[in-house]
């Protein structure tokens, strides 16, 4: 079975400080990968997505997550975080579009002034 | 993109009840899925949601305790049965379209008093 590691429980930066989220996943095949945040008290929302192509993806807010297929990892990256940036991301796995996302178990940032 | 109407929103309910959350959403989609969040967790998936016939559930959920509908392409509802303080949690809806990524509701916060 599929399944998503999300190696930080929880990161807590100071203002302007840059993110590294770690995700990796086990699957062998071809998949489809998101990274979605939820902020407190809000519903999930997709940060961005990758399918094929260039495996560096561009999400909302300054994100981006680079796809390297060898190591498994679809790592999200943001070069300055801010206090709004303060939430719970995950990270999920599809190997079709028929099928549901695998989650990861979540990360969550706390920046601080 | 897709938007996704889930009530209720929040509810208290009294252990031996049953609680039905409704999931609508704003276009025809090909999937939809029905996920438990806990405290703290991230999501699982509790089963999906098949049009005009029986859901397909996941290890650990019976459709006993969780009965699902799905009578068309853009509704569907996920009954919480005989509920007891374990179920407490946040339940969320989901649908994914030709493009392979989910979109969320805002979930339903339950808690079983």
């Known amino acids: 079975a599929q399944s998503v590691s999300q190696h930080n429980h929880h990161v807590i930066l100071s203002e302007a400080a840059s993110l590294e989220l770690g995700c990796n996943y086990s699957?062998?095949?071809?998949?489809?990968l998101f990274w979605y945040v939820q902020y407190p008290g809000q519903h999930l929302q997709l940060l961005l997505k990758?399918?094929?192509?260039?495996?560096l993806v561009k999400g909302i807010k300054g994100f981006e997550a680079e796809f390297i297929k060898s190591k498994f990892s679809f790592n999200l990256r943001k070069p300055s975080v801010q206090w709004s940036d303060t939430a719970e991301y995950f990270c999920?796995?599809?190997?079709?579009?028929?099928?549901?996302?695998?989650f990861g178990k979540g990360t969550r940032l706390s920046v601080i002034a | 993109s897709a938007v996704i109407s889930q009530k209720p929103s929040r509810d208290i309910c009294q252990r031996g009840t049953s609680l039905t959350i409704q999931c609508q959403v704003d276009?025809?989609?090909?999937?939809m899925f029905w996920y438990r969040q806990q405290p703290g967790q991230s999501l699982t998936l509790i089963a999906t949601?098949?049009?005009?016939?029986?859901?397909?559930?996941e290890s650990g959920f019976v459709i006993d305790k969780f009965p699902i509908s799905r009578p068309n392409l853009t509704f569907s509802t996920l009954t919480v049965s005989n509920m007891s303080p374990e179920d407490s949690s946040i339940y969320l809806c989901?649908?994914?379209?030709?493009?392979?990524?989910?979109?969320f509701g805002q979930g339903t916060r339950l808690t079983v008093v």
């Open positions: 989901s649908a994914t379209g030709q493009g392979a990524e989910a979109f």
């Open positions: 699957y062998g095949g071809t998949v489809n």
């Open positions: 990758y399918f094929s192509g260039d495996p």
């Open positions: 999920a796995v599809v190997p079709s579009g028929n099928t549901p996302l695998v």
């Open positions: 276009s025809q989609v090909t999937m």
């Open positions: 949601a098949n049009q005009g016939s029986e859901a397909t559930y």
